[in-house]
T-cell receptor, first 112, second 114 residues
Framework: AQRVTQPEKLLSVFKGAPVELKCNYS??????LFWYVQYSRQRLQLLLR??SRESIKGFTADLNKGETSFHLKKPFAQEEDSAMYYC??????????????FGSGTQVVVTP | DTGVSQDPRHKITKRGQNVTFRCDPI?????LYWYRQTLGQGPEFLTY????????KSRLLSDRFSAERPKGSFSTLEIQRTEQGDSAMYLC????????????FGPGTRLTVT
């Protein structure tokens, strides 16, 4: 069965410090990995996906199939990064549909 | 189009009552998903529609739960004989079949069963 683990429930960092959110997964097939973010009083939204290999709002994430990880990183945290972050997995399919399996989330608090 | 909408945003009901939630996806999206989120957890998949066809259901969706998408547009999720364990946030998401299939989420309906 597929599983997504986010070991940290809460990460508190100072503004300007690096931040890394851990995500590990277990899945026997070929996965697609995502990071979703939920800012206070806003809806869940996609932050980035591994197949795009892009940097969004200064965040990057690299899929490491050997370590089955998809950690999210940002070199210099900003106060507006304070939010709940969810790692999610979807099995790779030819037509892009599929349910998302979410981790339990990591709350990030950036203090000035 | 302001994105995925859900109604109501909050629902308080007594145990044993039936409740129905509505989701209106982004207009051109032919795929629609329902998720449930309890406190301290990430969203959990409940069911999925492509147009009006319900293609997958989670084992979380007991026989008290039913979902429909009668004309391939809006969807409803009904819970019969609610239990306190049904208290959760119910999220709807929609996506396009084409492209990367990004799922766009609605604001959710928060259900409290007393």
């Amino acid at each position: 069965a597929q599983r997504v683990t986010q070991p940290e429930k809460l990460l508190s960092v100072f503004k300007g410090a690096p931040v890394e959110l851990k995500c590990n997964y277990s899945y026997s097939g070929s996965p697609e990995l995502f990071w979703y973010v939920q800012y206070s009083r806003q809806r869940l939204q996609l932050l980035l996906r591994h197949i795009s290999r892009e940097s969004i709002k200064g965040f990057t994430a690299d899929l490491n199939k050997g370590e089955t990880s998809f950690h999210l990183k940002k070199p210099f945290a900003q106060e507006e990064d304070s939010a709940m972050y969810y790692c999610a997995l979807k099995r790779a399919t030819t037509d892009s549909w599929g349910k998302l399996q979410f981790g339990s989330g990591t709350q990030v608090v950036v203090t000035p | 189009d302001t994105g995925v909408s859900q109604d109501p945003r909050h629902k308080i009901t007594k145990r044993g009552q039936n409740v129905t939630f509505r989701c209106d996806p982004i207009s051109e999206h032919n795929r629609l998903y329902w998720y449930r989120q309890t406190l301290g957890q990430g969203p959990e998949f409940l069911t999925y529609f492509q147009n009006e066809a319900q293609l997958e259901k989670s084992r979380l969706l007991s026989d008290r739960f039913s979902a429909e998408r009668p004309k391939g547009s809006f969807s409803t999720l009904e819970i019969q004989r609610t239990e306190q364990g049904d208290s959760a946030m119910y999220l709807c998401a929609s996506s396009l079949k084409q492209g990367l299939g990004e799922q766009y989420f609605g604001p959710g309906t928060r259900l409290t069963v007393t």
